[in-house]
């Protein structure tokens, strides 16, 4: 043990016995005057007492100051030996200023007789037994009464026999008290050490575990992490073997489904859990540990086959605010085998993990976003490229053909007239081409929507569209608040998700008009881009989508979603086609 701790110890047996010592100088002091009633009756005086009253304010005056030692660490472990002596001191002055071999005051010897068999070896009793009475017995036998008989000393001889006999007692009773004591304190250090080690090993266990997790970003590592550190953690706490089984469970998209496990059959792998009723229902309303005696007969843990060989389970849930992740089970064929510390090693290993999975699917959803976004952008590279391909290329093309056929008209005929047509049908041709290109560099940054909004985007958008091809015409209904309650980003996405609708339906509706509407319901913006088209049967486009070579469907419900909002596509064949966009105003 410590030394503080004995200190500790003895300091308490010292404080105990110096309290216990005013009670025996009260006791004296009341025995004292009694006594001397009865010796000198109604004679008694002051100065009958006056030896015994200076004695007993020496004692209270040595009690005291053995109290203020007792403050004192470094002087506290010279009492016992010090209080021993003059305990035994005084005994034999009370003794004799009481009565001499008549004094009743004796049996108060048993006090440092006592104290002396609680601190010391046996033997410490017996001798100061004897040297009180040999004290006691030889000067009060010179100073009463030289020569009375011996028989007179009898009562005090057996008196001195019970004092003798009762150090005797205590010794052999105070050596049993001793070991007991002392056995007990050696339990109390297994015990502390026991403790101490356990909550190294648990500091050690969490250190392990936030390295581990702190070196992955892998959302299956981090599950594995938990339930190998979660084994091993138990082993080093004293529990090896005790694990039958763990695993990890998630919510999926309705109900908790396993997605790590450890000793957990085939069969049982594919077990999903609503989470409504039994062990499971309460740690996920709780949030809050929740150990179950025979998992097996509850009504969900109870359909993993492993659990019909656990005598008990722990449910840890994985919660983080409100939100609730799933839980870890742990189940171990022994009863009792989740005490305090590993309950509280788990939670720990439990805690970290949240705050670990958290980090691994924000990690997960910046990399979907940034490959989102990458296919974005492919998308876009891949539309200007259709685009130029379609329109300006073969454009340039045109004219570098009818070019080279006014050379051949000049070379061969010099027909100027021709030549002149067809200058002039290159210079159509190349209006026409410069204002496709302006369009197409409008649609890649239109600063107007920067300057003036999303309905002077649209208007001037439209006005492009209808110079380079009226056909089908665009008709747009805008309500006049759509610029003040949309931000300037939600509004740049919304134009290219309009642009992208209205672009499908002068490819392939065949419409032969083309509706806009912009407005508000309900405090949410409505978009909706209709046409009057051969339509299409959405489901089956959409179910083939995978194998076209267009993203555009895709690039638009991804888009709605930066604006935290929803795309509907409604349409059937001969009936035309409506794609509705829907999103939230903000701080509404």
């Not at 109604?42 to 009253?53: A, F, G, M, R, T």
């Not at 209080?83 to 108060?108: K, M, Q, R």
């Not at 490959?371 to 391909?389: C, G, S, T």
């Amino acid at each position: 043990m410590p030394i503080h701790k004995i200190s500790k110890g003895r300091f308490q047996v010292d404080w105990v016995i110096s309290n216990l010592r005013w009670l025996l100088l009260v006791s004296v002091a009341l025995v004292s005057f009694v006594n001397a009633l009865i010796v000198y009756g109604e004679s008694l005086s002051v100065l009958d007492l006056l030896p015994q009253i200076i004695l007993l304010i020496f004692a209270a005056l040595y009690n005291l100051g053995v109290m203020l030692t007792l403050t004192n660490v470094t002087l506290r472990r010279f009492v016992p030996i010090l209080t021993l002596l003059i305990d035994t001191f005084l005994t034999i002055c009370f003794v004799l200023l009481s009565g001499g071999l008549s004094s009743p005051l004796l049996f108060f010897g048993l006090f440092p007789i006592l104290t002396a068999a609680l601190r010391f070896p046996w033997w410490a009793g017996l001798l100061v037994s004897l040297f009180i009475t040999v004290g006691c017995g030889g000067i009060g036998y010179v100073l009463e009464s030289p020569g009375k008989s011996w028989i007179s000393l009898i009562p005090f001889a057996i008196s001195s026999l019970v004092l003798v006999m009762s150090a005797l007692i205590s010794g052999l009773v105070g050596n049993n008290i001793k070991e007991i004591i002392a056995q007990a304190r050696r339990q109390e250090e297994e015990a502390e050490f026991r403790k101490l080690r356990a909550a190294q090993e648990h500091s050690r266990v969490i250190f392990e575990l936030a390295s581990t997790l702190s070196a992955t970003l892998n959302y299956n590592r981090v599950l594995e992490a938990v339930l190998e550190v979660g084994e091993a953690g138990m082993r080093e706490l004293g529990q090896p073997n005790q694990v039958h089984a763990s695993l990890v469970m998630l919510f999926g998209q309705k109900d908790l489904e396993i997605v790590a496990s450890r000793h957990l059959p085939h069969r049982d792998r594919n077990t999903t859990f609503e989470g409504k009723c039994g062990a499971l229902a309460k740690a996920m309303t709780t949030a809050e540990v929740v150990l179950i005696d025979k998992p097996a007969q509850d009504p969900e843990l109870g359909q993993l086959i492993v659990m019909h060989s656990c005598k008990q389970a722990i449910i840890v849930p994985l919660r983080a605010g409100f939100e609730n992740f799933g839980a870890v089970v742990f189940g171990s064929s022994k009863s009792n085998t989740y005490t305090d510390d590993l309950q509280e090693m788990l939670i720990a290993i439990c805690n970290q993990a949240i705050v670990a999975l958290q980090n691994a699917q924000l990690y997960q959803s910046l990399m979907e976003e940034k490959e989102r976004i990458v296919d974005v952008e492919e998308d876009a590279r891949k539309k200007l490229a259709r685009d130029l391909h379609d329109g300006p290329t073969q454009s340039i093309a045109a004219i570098a053909m009818r070019l080279n056929y006014i050379r051949m008209l000049l070379d061969r005929d010099g027909n100027v007239g021709e030549a002149l047509d067809e200058v002039s049908k290159i210079e159509d041709l190349a209006r026409r081409t410069t204002k496709e290109i302006r369009h197409m560099l409008f649609t890649l940054r239109p600063l107007i929507l920067e300057t003036q909004g999303l309905r002077a985007a649209l208007e001037q958008y439209i006005s492009k569209l209808a110079e380079t091809s009226p056909h089908p015409p665009i008709h747009l209904q805008a309500a006049p608040q759509v610029d003040k309650v949309l931000e300037q980003n939600a509004q740049g996405v919304i134009f290219y998700i309009i642009e992208e609708a209205i672009g499908n339906a002068r490819k392939h509706a065949k419409a032969d008009n083309i509706w806009v509407r912009l407005g508000v319901r309900d405090n949410v913006f409505v978009a909706e881009v209709e046409d009057d088209g051969a339509g299409f049967d959405v489901d089956a486009v959409q179910t083939r989508y995978d194998e076209r070579s267009s993203l555009g469907m895709i690039n638009m419900h991804e888009r709605a979603e930066l604006v935290n909002g929803s795309l509907k596509i409604s349409s059937a064949i001969g009936e035309g086609t409506r794609i509705t966009l829907t999103a939230p105003l903000p701080g509404r």
